[in-house]
C-alpha cells in the first residue's frame, strides 16, 4: 500500500466483548477486516453509567473491566471499547431525549475517534440491539446494518424502537438479517432487507489436529459433544433422557452456565459437565469427539438463529444432531434434525455409524461458508471491497 492510500476504517458494534472464551460474528468479522488491513474499531454492549454506583448494578464484570480500560487492544489492528451512557436505556432513545443522547456516551465518540485520527469512519456496522444511537454519534461515509436476532426473544419491545430503527434503515446502504425468521419479523415496515446467514472460521477448525486434549483422556468413546452457552434455551431434560436410554455414550457439555445447574444425584454419570473452554481449544475438542449436537429447545430466540455451532461442527468432520427449528431446515444442511428424545436418539446412532469418507463431506458442505466469503457478499451490495490492499 502506498503512503497516498488511507488504511480504511471499520466501527463494528457487537454485543460482547472480545475474550477467550467465544467468537460471535461481530468478532468474527472484526477479524477479516483486521487481517486485511483494516483499521476496526470494536464496540461492545452500553450499560447505563449509573448502575455502576448501586450495590447490586448488574453489570458483567468483564463490560466493566473493559469500560475502564477506554480501549483495549485485542489483536491487531482490532481495538475494543464499552460503552457507558448517562441516560437509561428506557429513556434514551425516546424524544426529546434522544437529540443529545448521541453525545452522552462515556467515553465520549468523538474522543474515541480522536484518539485513532479517525474523522469519519469509512464504514459503520451495526447490529439492531438497542445500537440506533451510534448512527448519530459516529461519523460515517457507509452504514452496514445487519440484525443479528429476533430480540423479542429478550423482552424487547420493537414498537418504542420503531422510529429510531426506521430512520437508520431508511439511511443504510444495506441492510441484512441472519436468519430468514428475522428477515421476516422486520419486513412490515422495511421490505428491503436482505438474508446473510452466520460463517465459519474455516482455516481455524480445519486445522491439523494431532494431539487429543487431556481433558479428554479419561473419558470413552463415543463422545457426543456439545459446545456453547448453556442457557435457558438449552434442553438440560433431553440429555439427561438421553444419557438414561444411551448408558454406553458419553455426553460432553463444554460451556458457561447462565442457567440453573442440576443436582448431581439427577445427572446421569454418562453426562460430563465440563465447563467454559477458550475459543481456541475447541478444534481439538471437536476433532476428538464422535458427534457434535444442538440440544435447543423451541423458542422465539432459538427460531431466529443462524447456526454457527452447526457450521463448526461440519467443518470439523464432526456429525450433526439437532432438534429441528425452521432456520436449519432452510439451509439443508446435511444433519440429523430431531423432533423429540427418540428421533435425536436414532440421530445420534445413525451419526455414529458414518464412514470416514461420509465425515469429509461434511466438511465440504461448508466450505464456501466462511466469514471472508459471507463479508465479501455483502460489502459487494454497498459497493465496498475487502482487499484495498
Known sequence: MSQSQKVPTVLISEPHPYGALARYGGHQYARVFAQHGWNVLLFSATFNLWRRFLPEAGIDQQYFELWKEHGRQVEPNITNYALAHVLPTQIRFRPPFDRFAPSLYVPNI????????????????????????????????????????????????????????????????????????????????????????????????????????????????????????????????????????????????????????????????????????????????????DVGIIPFKDTELVQGVSPIKVYEYLASRLPVVSLRWHELERESLPIFLAMGVTEFESGIVSALAMSLKQREELRNAVRLFSWEQRLVAMLNQIGLELHHI
Not at 175 to 190: D, N, R
Not at 210 to 222: C, F
Open 110 to 289: 468523538r474522543s474515541v475517534l480522536l484518539k485513532h485520527k479517525i474523522d469519519k469512519v469509512d464504514l459503520l456496522w451495526l447490529n439492531g440491539n438497542q445500537d440506533w444511537l451510534l448512527r448519530r454519534a459516529v461519523p460515517y461515509t457507509k452504514l452496514l446494518i445487519r440484525i443479528i436476532d429476533d430480540y423479542s426473544g429478550f423482552g424487547v419491545d420493537y414498537d418504542n424502537y420503531h422510529p429510531l430503527m426506521k430512520e437508520s434503515f431508511d439511511a443504510a446502504d444495506a441492510v441484512f438479517a441472519c436468519s430468514e425468521k428475522v428477515q421476516t419479523l422486520y419486513t412490515g415496515f422495511f421490505d428491503r432487507i436482505k438474508l446473510a446467514p452466520n460463517g465459519v472460521d474455516f482455516d481455524h477448525f480445519t486445522q491439523p489436529i494431532l494431539e487429543e486434549p487431556e481433558i479428554l483422556r479419561t473419558i470413552p468413546h463415543p463422545r457426543i459433544t456439545y459446545v456453547g452457552a448453556i442457557a435457558d434455551w438449552f434442553d438440560l431434560d433431553l440429555i439427561i433422557e438421553l444419557a438414561t436410554r444411551l448408558p454406553e455414550h458419553h455426553f460432553l457439555l463444554f460451556g458457561k452456565w447462565s442457567r440453573q445447574k442440576p443436582d448431581s444425584d439427577a445427572v446421569p454419570g454418562n453426562i460430563h459437565v465440563m465447563g467454559a473452554v477458550e475459543y481456541s481449544r475447541v478444534p481439538a475438542i471437536l476433532a476428538h469427539s
